[in-house]
């Protein structure tokens, strides 16, 4: 079965500061990755995925993630915050036997301070 | 493309009323998911379709709520009889079959 745990609820950093936020996975199987990115008031939109191609992947506004399969990890990076990152991020887990359903982890929400 | 379209976007309704909810999904796309997201228990998948047709209503809470696909550009979901613990953002989302899911903007449901 699969499983995402994100491991912070909440992350805090200074506009210009790099930006972490941490993922780590459960799957039986090869795993699909992905980040969603969820501000204010707003639907959920795709940051990046992983799907077995490069395990760095490079997705909007500057993010990226890396694949790390002895970790079981899919962290999302930003070399430097700016103040409309702002939002709650979701690592999300999708199988080949999930039949197209995604796992969401609990979501990290991005504080960004000037 | 106009992305996934949600109606109606906001929705207050009373106790013990019916409530309707719409979505168009994105042409082409064959798998349509519909999801709620409250504070307390975040972004629940409720049901999703494939080709039109249910496969996993597990997450669906009772039978107050159901959901129809009568064709590929057209979903529901009813909630009858609406109750407070309703109260939630619910959103419509589809997929085209790489497993990336596009998102539509969402209803937000009050029930007073």
């Known amino acids: 079965a699969q499983s995402v745990t994100q491991l912070d609820s909440h992350v805090s950093v200074s506009e210009g500061t790099p930006v972490l936020l941490r993922c780590n996975y459960s799957?039986?199987?090869?795993?699909?990755l992905f980040w969603y990115v969820q501000h204010p008031n707003k639907g959920l939109q795709l940051l990046l995925k992983?799907?077995?191609?490069?395990?760095l992947v490079k997705g909007i506004n500057g993010f990226e993630a890396e694949f790390k399969k002895s970790e079981t990890s899919f962290h999302l990076t930003k070399p430097s915050a700016h103040m409309s990152d702002a939002a709650e991020y979701f690592c999300?887990?999708?199988?080949?036997?999930?039949?197209?359903?995604?796992?969401f982890g609990q979501g990290t929400e991005l504080s960004v301070k000037p | 493309d106009a992305g996934v379209i949600q109606s109606p976007r906001h929705e207050v309704t009373e106790m013990g009323q019916e409530v309707t909810l719409r979505c168009k999904p994105i042409?082409?796309?064959?798998?349509l998911f519909w999801y709620r997201q409250t504070m307390m228990r975040g972004l629940e998948l409720l049901i999703y379709?494939?080709?039109?047709?249910?496969?996993?209503d597990s997450g669906m809470p009772e039978d107050r709520f159901s959901a129809k696909m009568p064709n590929a550009s057209f979903s529901t979901l009813k909630i009858q009889p609406s109750e407070p613990r309703d109260s939630a953002v619910y959103f419509c989302?589809?997929?085209?079959?790489?497993?990336?899911?596009?998102f539509g903007p969402g209803t937000r449901l009050t029930v007073l």
């Open positions: 989302a589809s997929s085209g079959g790489d497993n990336e899911q596009f």
């Open positions: 799957s039986s199987y090869s795993p699909s």
């Open positions: 992983y799907t077995s191609a490069a395990t």
């Open positions: 999300v887990v999708s199988g080949n036997n999930q039949g197209g359903k995604l796992i």
């Open positions: 042409s082409g796309h064959n798998s």
């Open positions: 379709f494939n080709n039109n047709v249910p496969i996993d």
